[in-house]
Structures are given as C-alpha cells and as structure tokens.
C-alpha cells in the first residue's frame, strides 16, 4: 500500500491559488492514482477529481472544471492540487487518496488532509 | 451522477450492540461501494471495499453486504472507540459520490 503526506495549512485571499502537495511512499508508487476529496467544516465529504501516478492522466468533477489542476513529479513521487479563483466557500479540509489504478478502484489510505482557510 | 443516500443520519446505541447503516444508489452501480469511518479532526479511514471486503487491518467486526442499489453496513459488539461518522462511496463512475454520513454515537 501507499502512505500519503499531505503540505501543510494554508491562508490564501479571495481570489488567490493554492497548491496542495501529497507525497507517497512505498511499494509501486506509479501504479496508484491519486484522489482528492475535500470536506467544509461540519460537512460531508466531497469528490474534486483524480490523476494517474503513470501517465499523469486527470478527471475533474464538473464543479471544479476551470478552476482545479491536478499535476505530479515523479522524481519525488508526490501528487499536487491547485484551486484557482478561491473563494470563501472553498475553506476546507483538502485530502488526497490513493487508489490502484484502474477505471474501479476503491481508495486505501488518506493524506491527514491540508486546511485551506480563505479569508480577507 | 449517481445519488447516494444513508439512513439514519444518526444513531445512538450501547456498548456490546450491533448497529446497522444503510445506503442506497439512485441507479445499480453492482458491488463497487466503500465505506470510511471518519472520527473528529482525523482524516477519513478505509474500512471495507467492493460491498463486503474488509480493508488489511480492519476488525471483523465491521461488516458490509449488499449489490445494485442497496447496500449495508453492520458494526457488531460496539465500543466507545466506533463513536465516528461513517460515510458510503460508489466507484462504480465518475464522479465519485458520497453519502451525506451516519454519525454513529455510544449511548
């Protein structure tokens, strides 16, 4: 399996980026794609888009078209997920998790998630 | 996309009972369902795949079932440490879907 080590908080003003690293660790790293999910405070969780660890191949929620870019370095195994345009509505916990790739897998570990606080 | 929905949205039991949660897909999506429990402040944690697979470490005493549309999931022998919020998720397409979560209380 793949441990995920997610950057630390961020505060970022309306209308900034933000960019959320996730780094991996363990055995065949490459053959995992990695999700993100963010989740509001006292709320549920919420699907952002995927990214393969191989090919570097993305999928995006329709929520999130326009705004998210999902990237990767391979020569140190981590995962990145910039939001654009932030608004206070995008103040959440931000999580990545890994899945064996494939169109059907399931996820099998969580980063410890990133605060992303967006205030004037 | 594909609606999830989980009932109850809360319950309260005693230790040593056995809980169950269940969750429905608004179309099949055959057994591509997780759940994770989510404890307070802590990232969520995988606990069963494809319906009824326990996760690698997971205790038996989680347990799911179901195919299609309704799935469930049974916590037997509750324990103060299974106070969570506990949430399903289809991977059947995209997007990926979560219920709304149960949250789970030790009376």
């Known amino acids: 399996q793949v441990q995920l080590v997610q950057s630390g908080a961020e505060v970022k003003k309306p209308g900034a980026s933000v960019k959320v690293s996730c780094k991996a660790s363990?055995?065949?790293?490459?053959?995992?794609?990695i999700n993100w999910v963010r989740q509001a405070t006292g709320q549920g969780l919420e699907w952002m888009g995927w990214?393969?660890?191989?090919?570097?191949?993305?999928g995006y929620a329709q929520k999130f078209q326009g705004r998210v870019t999902m990237t990767r370095d391979t020569s140190i195994s981590t995962a990145y997920m910039e939001l654009s345009s932030l608004r206070s509505e995008d103040t959440a916990v931000y999580y990545c998790?890994?899945?064996?790739?494939?169109?059907?897998?399931?996820?099998?570990?969580w980063g410890q998630g990133t605060l992303v606080t967006v205030s004037s | 996309d594909i609606q999830m929905t989980q009932s109850p949205s809360s319950l309260s039991a005693s230790v040593g009972d056995r809980v169950t949660i269940t969750c429905r897909a608004s179309?099949?999506?055959?057994?591509?369902l997780a759940w994770f429990q989510q404890k307070p402040g802590k990232a969520p944690k995988s606990l069963i795949y494809?319906?009824?697979s326990l996760q690698s470490g997971v205790p038996s005493k989680f347990s799911g079932s179901g195919s299609g549309t309704d799935f469930t999931l049974t916590i037997s022998n509750l324990q103060p440490e299974d106070s969570a919020t506990y949430y399903c998720?289809?991977?059947?397409?995209?997007?990926?879907?979560f219920g709304q979560g149960t949250k789970v209380e030790i009376e």
């Open positions: 998790a890994s899945a064996k790739g494939g169109t059907r897998s399931s996820y099998e570990n």
């Open positions: 363990g055995y065949a790293i490459t053959s995992y794609d």
């Open positions: 990214m393969s660890l191989n090919s570097g191949n993305t």
């Open positions: 179309q099949g999506i055959s057994n591509y």
């Open positions: 494809a319906a009824s």
């Open positions: 998720q289809q991977y059947d397409s995209y997007p990926r879907t």
